[in-house]
Nanobody, 125 residues
Framework: QVQLVESGGGLVQAGGSLRLSCAASGRAFMSYGMGWFRQAPGKVRECVAAIDWTGGTTSYADSVKGRFTISRDNVKNTVYLQMNSLKPEDTAVYYC??????????????????WGQGTQVTVSS
């Protein structure tokens, strides 16, 4: 089992940047595929980025490609989401999640068993 705690959200102007962090506690962090999801009011929770245990394989939603970067530090048991060129439509609650996958990349939301509490990101125009 793994516990996840996100940090780094906040209010930023359009065009600005934020870096989200997700600290994981528990065992076998490297056995989990990790992902960042977001959910705006009235919308379905969507996967914006995912990463395998090595950090060498990543996947991004089309809406954030070229602007967001996911990475992980397996020594610190932390996964990051660097968000650049933020847009008002990026406003949402962002969640970190872990999927028991022997470390393989996972993009299917249903496979993510562990979730953080979420952190609010608000982008003003």
């Amino acid at each position: 089992q793994v516990q996840l705690v996100e940090s780094g959200g906040g209010l930023v102007q359009a065009g600005g940047s934020l870096r989200l962090s997700c600290a994981a506690s528990g065992r076998a962090f490297m056995s989990y595929g990790m992902g960042w999801f977001r959910q705006a009011p009235g919308k379905v929770r969507e996967c914006v980025a995912a990463i395998d245990w090595t950090g060498g394989t990543t996947s991004y939603a089309d809406s954030v490609k070229g602007r967001f970067t996911i990475s992980r530090d397996n020594v610190k048991n932390t996964v990051y989401l660097q968000m650049n060129s933020l847009k008002p439509e990026d406003t949402a609650v962002y969640y970190c999640a872990a999927a028991p996958s022997r470390g393989h990349l996972v993009t299917d939301r249903e496979r993510y068993n562990y979730w953080g509490q979420g952190t609010q990101v608000t982008v003003s125009s």
